[in-house]
């Protein structure tokens, strides 16, 4: 399927559709959220933080 939705796309717009985007029963990534707190932790104080759910 994603070579033919390649196939009918516009390449300017869109990027190009991979196998696993028509995978019906793939799981999608959890984005995790975060301060800026943390990112200046990892990136500055080079901690790395415990990870939380919310």
Known sequence: MALIANTQRTAKHQRAFRPSDFDPFARKRETMKADVSVLRDVF???????????
Not at 44 to 54: A, D, L, M, N, S
């Open 44 to 54: 500055i104080e080079g901690r790395v933080p415990t990870q939380t759910r919310e």
